[in-house]
């Protein structure tokens, strides 16, 4: 989905009229001090709720029956939402398949005063059509008909593919050796981790329901976000602000009656963030547990120095050395082999999303229409590179799916020759750059393809 106007790219039909997706919904709503915590910024659990109805309505137009959702992706929160703004909603089913599809959430924020409006965040969930009394559900295909959806159409399917391989993904990591993943260290000024440990019961009445008596799937994620919140704040006995919530799925349905036991507990602090895990498991009466859900939410720490940071930043700018790299200098990336390429595809997808995400990149430069944005992390500088290319519709894909192609459209490709075919998805390239001045002479560059995806050296995390 995209937070551009579309209506002006969108065909319209014999009568002249505009078209619109016919699973699209919307759903606006002020954000009311009732909605908002102590610091006058709308609650990310009643965020949660609003997308996952409004998803789930459109999941229910297309289907024809009742849906429930299955799994969300990763969420990242690029702003926060203040009391008297006007949240928009937009929902559409980008890809159906047997009796499961692939729902786009776009979120943005509304100032009425100035009529300012800015994406918040964007969000994938795949909801399941119930079974009706007929048996089972057969979905019908989603037909594109703008660009814009013909995109979308094409990326749920590899979604859908990264979704169902997630798991398999992260055993692999937690049985490979600790190269990748590092040793446990000890440090004596610890928090022991029980003291962030958090237990809550909710008991399931009719107004945190839907329509099929099941509890909504955004209500679980507003209680479970409500522990996490907790228990973040008693590491850093601060006020921390929640940005991303990482991919999750639903295990078990919970029903009217249920009591829902929440648990929270922080998994491990960084430099500025933290990581909670919380689970949700339900039971009614003496049975056992059910699970229900898990999740791994990152939040930040909420002070900042604001006028060190703009004193900062105006000292890095400044310095012009930093944005070039000497001929013998390395970037830092993490070695590719077969044993590690499953690892490093998913790894440089969400890396690559999460940092073009971010809202502190700063235009250092701009030539023949291609902007060169830095930004610095801790003691690394990161840089991304835009450039607006006039390509027709029907070649764009032809021409981004071979790397060697790119010299076609792009000046700054001088040769590009494959080095090793790794399997039928992966390959790596050699890439000739021209040189920035005269002076100087060209760069060669080592690059990978990973199933789709472009990744250059000193992307990686």
């Known amino acids: 989905m995209s937070n551009k106007n579309d209506a002006e790219r969108r065909p319209s039909d014999v009568s002249g009229e505009v078209y619109r997706n016919p699973t699209e919904v919307k759903m606006s709503q002020i954000v009311l001090p009732c909605h908002a915590n102590h610091r006058g910024e709308l609650s990310v659990g009643q965020l949660l709720k609003w997308m996952d109805s409004t998803a789930c309505l459109s999941a229910e137009r297309h289907a024809g029956c009742s849906c429930i959702t299955a799994s969300v992706d990763d969420i990242h929160f690029e702003h926060t939402i203040g009391v008297g703004k006007v949240v928009n909603i937009i929902a559409k089913v980008n890809r159906a398949f047997t009796s499961s ?39 019908k295909q989603v037909v594109p008909h703008t660009q814009m959806e013909q995109m979308e159409y094409s990326l749920a399917a590899e979604r859908r593919r990264m979704r169902l391989i997630h798991a398999e993904i992260i055993t692999d990591l937690l049985s490979s050796s600790t190269s990748q993943l590092g040793e446990c260290q000890e440090y004596e000024d610890a928090v022991p981790a029980e003291k962030t440990r958090v237990e809550s019961v909710e008991l399931v009445l009719p107004p945190h329901a839907n329509h099929q008596v099941s509890t909504f799937g955004g209500q679980i994620m507003a209680w479970m976000e409500n522990v996490a919140t907790i228990s973040a704040c008693r590491l850093c006995n601060a006020h921390p602000t929640l940005r991303t919530i990482d991919m999750f799925h639903f295990r078990g349905p919970s029903h009217i009656g249920d009591r829902l036991v929440l648990k929270a507990i922080v998994n491990n602090a960084f430099k500025h963030s933290m990581e909670v895990g919380v689970c949700a498991e339900a039971y009614q009466g003496g ?11 990152t939040f930040e720490d909420g002070i900042r120095r604001y006028k060190e940071a703009i004193a900062r930043k105006k000292i890095r700018l400044d310095r012009k050395y930093i944005i070039s790299c ?59 590179v835009e450039m607006h290319v006039c390509v027709p519709a029907e070649q764009t894909f032809h021409l981004l799916s071979d790397l060697t192609r790119r010299k076609q459209w792009d000046q700054h490709y001088e040769e590009c020759e494959v080095i090793m075919q790794a399997d039928e998805d992966d390959t790596i390239y050699r890439v000739t750059t021209p040189s920035v001045s005269k002076r100087d002479k060209g760069m060669d560059l080592f690059c990978w393809h990973l199933a789709g995806n472009l990744v250059m050296p000193g992307t990686l995390t």
């Open 101 to 139: 599809m692939e729902v786009g959430i776009l979120v943005t924020c509304e100032d009425l005063y100035t009529d300012r409006q800015w994406k918040v965040c964007q969000a994938f969930a795949t909801f399941v059509a119930r079974r009706t009394e007929a048996g089972k559900v057969q979905l």
């Open 287 to 297: 049975e056992p547990l059910r699970h229900i859900n898990s999740a791994f939410m």
């Open 326 to 384: 000497k001929q013998n200098e390395v970037s830092l990336s993490v070695p590719w082999d077969p044993s590690n390429q499953m690892y490093l595809s998913y790894n440089n997808v969400s890396a690559l999303k999460l940092m073009d995400a971010r809202n502190s990149w700063v235009l250092t430069s701009e030539k023949n229409k291609v902007r060169l944005y830095t930004q610095e992390e801790n003691q690394r500088l990161l840089f991304k």
